[in-house]
């Protein structure tokens, strides 16, 4: 499983019931399920859905920008947005229509603060490409990007506590040390309440 | 693309007059035949079953030859060694639906109260009586649970049908182009289609069968309208246009000049050969009352059964448009089962759910693939 995906799934309690927007192959659906969680993916790739299906994790094809009305209000313990709130196109949105479906919300994002995402674009004056933002301007899904400060500030503002923080590294492994996290981690995790 | 060769059609006497079959409504039917075919083997265990249910006008004959005429099934590009429902290692079972008129009881045969076809006299149907008739028959064959139900169009709702009363004996299901609740538009090209048998001279009250006359002006139109909402807009501009059937110059007359014209003459026509107008009245009836999450129990009950589902929808159905589907699975998903959606895209409208347009037919397979996996696990552990 991607290191990220191991601290996500660290996040979230067992037996939980569990919506992954943005599951890919359902990777962390699968896993949850032995640890007795339920849930339902969603995402729009087609060669992920049809791995999901294959994987026996139920996924529904919908755009998370757009369907979210298509889940009741309470139904979830926990919705996770792994690396997808990057990737939207109406984040805050999405986090407002997560407080109605659940009580919970698993996070992880890239960090655009990192101190060397700060040095490629203060020294070569180019948007910066590393292991935690591997694309190019031009063909990335990542149409969002943010610093920590930015992400938790988007969270407060869709009235979103933080629970927990997670710090991690390029690869998607935590740091060892979470201080001073907006320069040092390539992305973070966050599990948020309402 | 391989196929299953020549395929045998069977029958059975499932419910007899001394042992009825008691419909949803409350009547008594006896005796019952089904049709039906069988392709691959059934397991040792017994638990490589796919039940196909068809949709209104299909037939038993789901894949292969037919052994009279070599015509292949309807299902044939699905159903086969290799293909998503895989004969080399599912045994697949489909009936012809109750009321219908190839080969199960119907209106069309015979009332043993009267010794004439019931005709009219013929009880109302509800989908809960496909399934008890779909049940009885897996009990003939000595078979307790499916490991899949699979159907399209009425053959998706008799799939949901049958999870919703006995989820625990359907451990997937595939309802594909399908709904759980028609809509006012969907019954009213229904009624326009019943108008069409009933309001012509030779239909005689339903009482057609014992003459030599039969309603084939009124079977024809319906069939007519039925297929012009089986495709879309766009799939009848790209397989007709605005052609004409002869020369270049518009004749400016009443009869068949454009090319659509003389498809839906012929689509009427030979539905003829092979419908009964009696079947069409009362198999569309069925859809029109279909609601079974009227029942608030009903979701809660699949809940607890355990079928997983797999719903599929084409985005140029207007039949069954992608709203139909969207509500199967909100209302599943609210109640906690286990549901995958996907809308496929396709220019073929109701009709793709017979086609193969990109992606179709590899989300079934994924989804069945699982099952088996399931299956393998079982017998493993």
């Given amino acids: ?194 | 693309m391989a196929t299953l060769g020549l395929t045998k059609p069977q029958r059975v006497v499932l419910f007899t007059e001394d042992d009825p079959l008691r419909l949803a409504g409350g009547r008594t039917l006896g005796p019952v035949e089904v049709a039906f075919e069988t392709y691959g083997e059934l397991s040792p265990e017994r638990d490589n079953v796919v039940f196909v249910c068809h949709a209104l006008t299909g037939d038993a004959h789901a894949a292969g030859e037919h052994p009279d005429d070599g015509r292949r099934g309807w299902w044939d590009n699905l159903i086969g060694p290799g293909k998503p429902v895989d004969t080399d290692r599912f045994f697949v079972v489909c009936p012809n639906l109750l009321g219908g008129c190839q080969g199960t009881t119907g209106p069309s045969s015979p009332n043993p109260e009267t010794g004439h076809s019931y005709g009219r006299d013929f009880p109302i149907l509800q989908m809960s009586d496909f399934v008890a008739v779909h049940r009885a028959l897996l009990d003939h064959l000595g078979i307790e649970r499916v490991m899949a139900a699979v159907g399209g169009s009425l053959g998706g709702m008799q799939v949901l049908q049958w999870a919703v009363e006995h989820p625990e004996q359907i451990e997937h299901a595939v309802v594909v182009a399908a709904s759980a609740r028609l809509s006012a538009q969907n019954i009213a090209f229904s009624a326009v289609a019943r108008e069409a048998i009933m309001r012509d001279p030779d239909f005689q009250d339903g009482h057609y069968f014992e003459s030599d006359k039969k309603p084939e002006i009124g079977l024809a139109i319906a069939r007519m309208m039925a297929h012009i909402t089986y495709l879309s807009d766009e799939a009848m501009t790209e397989k007709f246009g605005r052609r004409l059937q002869q020369g270049e110059e518009p004749g400016f007359r009443f009869g068949v000049d454009f090319q659509v014209e003389s498809y839906l003459a012929h689509q009427g026509r030979s539905f003829l050969d092979r419908f009964d107008a009696m079947s069409y009245l009362y198999l569309t009836r069925v859809m029109d009352y279909y609601d079974p999450f009227a029942d608030p129990d009903a979701v809660t009950r699949v809940a607890a059964g355990g079928t997983h589902f797999l719903v599929v929808s084409f985005d140029t159905d207007w039949r069954f448009s992608t709203s139909h589907s969207r509500e199967i699975v909100r209302t599943l998903e609210h109640a906690g089962v286990p549901v995958s959606f996907r809308e496929i895209r396709s220019p073929w409208g109701h009709d793709s759910f017979l086609l193969q347009p990109p992606g179709y037919h590899p989300t079934v397979q994924a989804f069945l693939d699982h099952a088996d996996d399931c299956r393998a696990q079982r017998g493993g552990a």
């Fill in chain 1, 1 to 194: 499983m991607r290191n990220d995906l191991r601290v996500v799934s660290g996040l979230v309690p067992d037996g939980s019931r569990v919506l992954d927007l943005g599951c890919g192959a359902g990777e962390l659906l699968s896993h949850l399920a032995t640890r007795g969680c339920r849930g339902t993916g969603v995402d729009t790739d087609e060669e992920a859905v049809l791995g999901a299906i294959r994987s026996g994790v139920s996924v529904i094809e919908l755009d998370v920008d757009h369907d979210l009305g298509e889940f009741a209000d309470d139904t979830y313990d926990v919705v996770v947005l792994s690396r997808t709130l990057q990737a939207l196109h109406r984040p805050a949105d999405v986090l407002t229509e997560i407080r109605r479906i659940g009580r919970r919300c698993v996070v992880s994002v890239p960090n655009f603060g990192l101190w060397k995402h700060r040095a490629f674009l203060a020294v070569r004056g180019r948007m910066p490409v590393s292991r935690a933002l591997p694309h190019e301007w031009f063909d990335t899904p990542n149409i969002h990007l943010a610093t920590l400060p930015d992400m938790e500030a988007l969270f407060a503002r869709t009235r979103w506590d933080v629970e927990q923080r997670v710090l991690l590294d390029e690869s998607g492994s935590p740091l060892r040390r979470q201080a001073g996290g907006n320069l040092r981690a390539g992305a973070a995790a966050y599990l948020l309440q309402r």
